[in-house]
């Protein structure tokens, strides 16, 4: 199965050699309004990010209103809700969906969702979405992936519970099946994770057995596991946005504000600059400091024919005289004329 070391999303290549791509996830913030959904987008895309993120799908595509215990949360932020009544609250209108795509066209942003059935990725292709996120759940519904993939646009696979197996299964499911390209990104699917679990080594562990490019989809608090990501070769990062957490909402609690967001955007395209490559020359900001290294300077003067000791030669600031390395060289040695303090030693002021 060939893989894909590039992708390309709405223009922008994604993958080694680019600049982390910045994905705002919208959730389910808007807190049932399309004005607050709306006011997220333009927030959002003043933050700097490359993308927004919304989620596709009802309560009735996503899980049943069924009284069972499996279908009631038990734990975390959710506790005691069943998953029907979460998920309807949560859930982004398909119906608002041109208006949200429409807003992100008008403010020269990239908009794409993550689709939970085929009624989902068939709104979602209608839109012209140019590329489709599977969330971590999903990450075993090949089908689901399947047919997302057979709509020619990347996928991006989030991981979070998957093994290997089940993450190469869904690479390849969505590769065989159309997909011009996938991202996998690392998750640790605990909403909010903390940072101890975030374990994001996995980022460089995952590129090198995938060959594709990696990310991470971040729950942990603040920034620092998304810019340690970078760092380690992320190439995409996704994280949760609200206008408030004060605002409440489901997913507010491990969502970062907007002046943080932007701050975000900022660490993480400005620790993949500094990555750079590996080199021992000079740089730029490097050559007008090479003057003040140290080097071998007259610190007593010395008449012509005596010899050099510790006393009269030292090893200071600036780098004008001969490299500190040939002190033992030209200790002993007999000055060729009178020597000056202050003086850059040079081997035309030495016998040799």
């Excluded at 506790?79 to 859930?91: F, N």
């Excluded at 599977?134 to 991981?159: C, M, N, Q």
């Excluded at 340690?228 to 994280?239: D, H, N, T």
């Excluded at 030292?314 to 020597?339: C, F, H, M, Q, Y």
Aim: with cysteine; charged share 25%; aromatic share 6%.
């Amino acid at each position: 199965m060939s893989t894909h070391p590039q992708v390309e999303i709405a223009g922008r290549k994604v993958g080694a050699g680019h600049e982390p791509f910045v994905i705002c996830e919208l959730s389910g913030n808007h807190n049932g309004s399309l004005e607050r959904a709306l006011a997220m987008i333009d927030a959002a895309a003043a933050t700097g990010c490359d993308a927004v993120k919304i989620q596709t799908y009802t309560a009735d595509t996503i899980t049943m209103d069924v009284d069972r215990p499996e279908f009631r949360i038990r734990g975390g932020l959710w506790d005691g809700r069943s998953l029907y009544e979460l998920y309807r609250e949560a859930q982004t209108p398909y119906e608002w969906h041109a208006a949200l795509f429409r807003r992100a066209r008008e403010l020269g942003v990239i908009l794409f969702s993550s689709p939970f059935d085929e009624t989902a990725v068939d709104l979602l292709a209608g839109l012209d979405a140019p590329a489709y996120k599977i969330a971590s759940f999903e990450a075993v519904d090949l089908p689901l992936i399947r047919y997302a993939a057979s709509k020619g646009k990347p996928l991006i696979i989030s991981t979070g519970m998957a093994n290997l197996a089940e993450i190469e299964a869904a690479r390849d499911a969505a590769l065989s099946a159309g997909a011009p390209g996938v991202v996998l990104l690392h998750c640790v699917s605990s909403y909010p994770a903390p940072l101890e679990d975030a374990n994001v080594r996995t980022v460089a562990d995952m590129a090198q057995r995938f060959a594709c490019p990696v990310g991470l989809s971040d729950h942990t608090p603040g920034t620092a596991a998304a810019v340690a990501a970078v760092a380690l070769g992320a190439s995409v990062i996704e994280k949760h946005f609200t206008l408030a957490r004060a605002d409440g909402g489901p997913d507010a609690a491990f969502s970062l504000e907007p002046a943080e967001f932007a701050a975000l955007v900022r660490d993480c395209k400005a620790a993949w600059r500094a990555l750079g490559r590996a080199q021992y020359d000079l740089v730029g900001a490097e050559r007008g400091n090479v003057q003040f290294r140290r080097s071998l300077y007259v610190a007593a003067d010395v008449k012509a024919g005596e010899p050099l000791t510790r006393l009269n030669v030292r090893s200071i600031r600036p780098g004008d005289g001969l490299p500190p390395a040939e002190l033992e060289a030209v200790l002993g040695r007999p000055a060729t004329r009178d020597l000056r303090r202050g003086e850059p030693l040079a081997w035309d002021m030495v016998s040799r």
